[in-house]
């Protein structure tokens, strides 16, 4: 920003009322300038590195202190502001030397102690900085030189360990430590945000919101300049900056966190909400959290951006941890396991920092899979084998600390014992798609008959159990399977993926439950009715998607007078039901009858062929805008837009059609 032109005689009044004012982007512009005709300036380089700082621009905050520790050597105070910008800019080995000639100062020591310790901790060296933090407090408690002078030096030692306890896992200490800081400082954001965070570690997602909800509370009242929420609620608002204040609110973290809670329970849309309802930014001011989590969070809407911000995050240091194994995950989960497989090996120096044991087995034969299944299938099995004995071990654990009436250690233990299942159950997953691609179900069915002891109540396994049941035409043990599923969300049945329930409508109907299949379907059209009711710009497609998959059921028994009729049906009314993907099971159905009749395997009814022709016009029209196929986001050769529709597939549907029938367009 450009600041205006200063009276004579008024810089230094000006410049400190813009800094007094917070704003400091507009003081670095005029100090800026100021120093470009005097560079050697004290005054003017320091607030300078002082107002960088303040819009945390550590690096361009470091470059003026550095210039200042040449330039008066003597001013000891420069140098450990210029170790603290270089640790904000992440640069912890210039840090470290810098901040070193003060411990010797007493004046100094205990500042320089928590700084080295601050260091340690970001460099993930919890034994140094362990050291470090107990010589502070032992110093705060002697008396000795550097000692603590007031009870807020020893509250900042106890919230360094508090931190220390947490990356060791102790949650429930950490959280006690940061309490027993707040009793002594006063209410602080960042410490409510420190517990907060204890409780999500924790799995304690209810205590965690209710600091969050007290963080962004009093964040609203105190500073309503933040604009909170307004991006969330449609209003055009500027960006206010990365400044102390906004970090001193604890604004940015407190919502990232609630996005990361409302993520876990699955609820994409109150994740979403969070995200946007933070104080607006520019995207070039935002920190790498929060670009990490709205990667993540939008990759079903936005892949592209999505791993452009991640292979964006990757590159800079630092960068949010989890970046590195969701990056991996993610190609694997588009299938883009060659690029999974360089970002390994151009990383070899992050593999064992940044990834599990178990996550690093599980990506290794994953992409092992497409060169060689047997042996993806046996590095699976091994890790199924080891996860196996773990649950095991973590189920007694359980038992005891039942028969011990210890309510703490069981839930730790079953906390662990679902984390483990879960990682166990994607293991499971993995080895059974590999004969699932095979159209080997047999075998996938054998493989999750053996893991029943463990998974017999996860809801996963059961609907994979069910999946393979069906597709082996075992309609009435499928039926088992899928039941309880669909049972439980009952009363939210649009919950329920429409595949399920198209299947056991399919499963009810051959083995003649037409009732149950009617009392269904009639529930999920009830459903879809009060939907459309409560959110009329929301299309909903189960029971199209369910239509259609008996549509296609009895296009495959060869009934193709009534499966085509189905599926034409099922996409009524065309505005609302047309989409990409009921495009593609109705295109299948009528390739299927193309294929048959240019063959003289069937005859259809002439009105039939009508019916046909009309549905493809249909199509036509209301197809335009809707892609014929997703591309993959990173796929370097587009599809041509203009063939990539529905509407240009059902024209060629209808010329074939008018081919095959010989009758004229």
């Avoid at 970046?323 to 299938?335: P, W």
């Avoid at 593999?351 to 599980?362: D, E, G, I, S, V």
């Avoid at 029943?452 to 069906?470: G, I, Q, R, S, T």
Wanted: hydrophobic share 40%.
């Amino acid at each position: 920003m450009e600041a205006a032109p200063v009276p004579d005689g008024q810089y230094t009044a000006v410049v400190y009322g813009l800094i007094v004012g917070g704003r400091c982007a507009e003081a670095v512009s005029l100090l800026s300038r100021e120093l470009q005709r005097s560079c050697r300036s004290r005054g003017g380089l320091s607030l300078l590195g002082y107002c960088h700082y303040q819009l945390q621009d550590f690096a361009a905050a470091a470059e003026c202190y550095e210039q200042l520790v040449a330039l008066h050597p003597e001013l000891d105070a420069y140098r450990l502001y210029l170790a603290q910008a270089l640790y904000k800019a992440g640069f912890y080995t210039e840090a470290l030397r810098a901040v070193s000639p003060l411990l010797d100062l007493p004046a100094y020591q205990s500042r320089v102690l928590r700084l080295q310790a601050a260091i340690h901790y970001a460099q993930g060296d919890l034994p140094a900085a362990k050291s470090l933090v107990e010589e502070a407090l032992t110093a705060a408690a002697d008396g000795g030189p550097g000692a603590a002078e007031n009870p807020s030096e020893r509250a900042d030692a106890e919230i360094n360990l508090g931190c220390l306890l947490y990356r060791q896992g102790r949650h429930e200490e950490a959280s006690s430590k940061f309490a027993g800081a707040m009793q002594v400082l006063g209410y602080s954001p960042e410490l409510s945000y420190n517990m907060a965070l204890c409780c999500y570690a924790a799995k304690q997602y209810a205590p965690a919101l209710k600091h969050i909800s007290d963080i962004i509370e009093r964040g609203i009242n105190q500073h309503p300049e933040l604009s909170v929420g307004m991006t969330t609620e449609g209003i055009d608002v500027r960006s206010v900056g990365n400044t102390m204040l906004l970090h001193r609110t604890a604004l940015v973290e407190a919502f990232n966190l609630k996005a990361a809670i409302e993520y876990q329970l699955h609820n994409l849309k109150a994740a979403q909400e969070a995200l946007t309802d933070m104080p607006p930014r520019a995207e070039e001011e935002l920190d790498p959290v929060t670009l990490h989590n709205q990667a993540l969070i939008n990759m079903d809407s936005q892949p592209s951006e999505g791993f452009e911000k991640l292979q964006f995050l990757l590159l800079q240091n630092p960068c949010p941890p989890e970046t590195f194994g969701n990056l991996l995950l993610l190609y694997c989960k588009h299938q883009y396991y060659d690029l999974a497989a360089d970002v390994l090996a151009e990383n070899a120096h992050l593999t064992y920092k940044l990834l599990t044991p178990y996550l690093y087995n599980f990506l290794d034969a994953i992409i092992t899979c497409q060169t060689s299944p047997e042996e993806a299938f046996y590095k699976l099995d091994d890790s199924a084998g080891m996860m196996t004995e773990q649950l095991r071990k973590l189920m007694k654990q359980v038992q005891e600390a039942r028969q011990n009436w210890d309510d703490e250690a069981v839930k730790r233990a079953v906390n662990e014992y679902d984390e483990t299942l879960d990682k166990y159950v994607a293991v499971l997953m993995a080895q059974a798609k590999i004969y699932w691609d095979m159209k080997n179900y047999a075998m996938v069915e054998k493989i999750f008959r053996k893991s029943v002891e463990f998974c017999n109540d996860h809801e996963v396994w059961k609907l994979n159990v069910a999946h393979v049941l069906f597709m082996q035409d075992k309609y009435k043990e499928a039926i088992s399977f899928y039941e309880p599923v669909v049972k439980k969300h009952y009363d939210n049945i649009l919950d329920v993926s429409a595949i399920v329930l198209a299947n056991l409508c399919v499963s009810y109907i051959l083995t003649s439950q037409n009732e149950d299949a009617e009392e269904l379907m009639k529930k999920i059209e009830q459903g879809e009715e009060q939907m459309s009711y409560n959110s009329p710009d929301k299309n909903t497609y189960h029971f199209c998607i369910i239509n259609l998959v008996i549509g296609t059921l009895y296009c495959v028994k060869g009934n193709y007078d009534f499966g085509i009729t189905r599926v034409i049906k099922s996409l009524e009314p065309y505005n609302k039901k047309l989409s990409t993907d009921t495009w593609y099971y109705a295109k299948r159905s009528f390739l299927s009858l193309l294929e048959n009749m240019s063959k003289h395997m069937i005859m259809l009814c002439d009105n039939v062929i009508e019916e046909c022709i009309q549905f493809l016009k249909q199509c036509e029209l209301y197809g335009r805008n809707i892609p014929a196929v997703i591309e993959q986001p990173l796929e370097e050769k587009r599809l041509h837009s203009g063939k990539n529709t529905v509407t240009y597939e059902a024209r060629l549907l209808r010329a074939l059609m008018y081919k095959i029938t010989g009758w004229a367009p």
